[in-house]
């Protein structure tokens, strides 16, 4: 029988699992805090958020040295806290989402699926939340839950349209959806929105030698690289 638990055999487990912990944790705060700051009206707690952040971030570059000086890798583990927390504000979506980014980032993909879903259904017009659970359906592997992800992406895109993770995503999706088409003018969009001049005007192009014509998505590709030619080389 192990010391502690069938993970924990000895101290230096109980230390590492210490640490991914802990590393699990910090890292959450660096993904929650930016929404955070961005929400925050006052000045001095904008300041504060942000002081947090940058604290936080030189902390996960202690623990990678640390991780680095065990020949570890650095790896969240379970934080059982995570389901205390659902259980205490069920009607928070973003404990649902924090589980389900958990389960997603150690492999166990089918597992996050729940979670996620879970917080959309609380949650319906959080855009982000909605291109957060695409992508686990394109990871998935499963073709019908690969197109659920390009018709929430889709929808993602109408609200949070400058955020070319979404076309990149949506790329990934239309690609293993064998559109390739739209594929090229998710590439465009996503190049765009991140102001990358050639990259955008050579994938609308692409995209438009597989369009149909006349189409809106043709239309759309033209649209994109008459708005690429103004953007700095």
């Given amino acids: 029988m192990g010391l502690f638990s069938k993970d924990i055999q000895t101290m230096d487990d109980l230390l590492l699992h210490g640490l991914q912990d802990v590393y699990y944790a910090e890292n959450q705060i660096v993904k929650a805090l930016p929404k955070m700051i961005d929400k925050a009206t006052n000045r001095d707690l904008s300041k504060g958020l942000k002081d947090h952040l940058e604290e936080t971030e030189k902390q996960i570059g202690r623990l990678d040295q640390v991780f680095k000086m065990l020949e570890q890798k650095p790896k969240g583990v379970k934080c059982p806290a995570i389901d205390g927390l659902i259980r205490d504000f069920p009607n928070d979506p973003y404990y649902r989402e924090l589980k389900g980014q958990m389960l997603f980032e150690n492999g166990r993909v089918r597992d996050a699926l729940r979670p996620y879903e879970d917080a959309v259904k609380l949650a319906p017009s959080a855009a982000l939340l909605r291109m957060s659970l695409s992508q686990v359906y394109i990871e998935s592997g499963d073709p019908a839950l690969n197109k659920r992800a390009i018709a929430y992406l889709n929808d993602a895109s109408r609200v949070e349209g400058r955020e070319s993770q979404i076309w ?40 438009k030698q597989m369009l149909t014509k006349n189409t809106p998505s043709y239309f759309r590709a033209d649209d994109i690289h008459r708005e690429a030619e103004h953007l700095d080389d």
């Fill in 168 to 207: 990149h995503f949506l790329a990934v999706a239309y690609g293993r959806d064998n559109q390739i088409g739209m594929a090229a003018l998710s590439l465009a969009e996503e190049a765009l929105a991140n102001g990358k001049k050639k990259d955008a005007m050579q994938q609308s192009n692409r995209a």
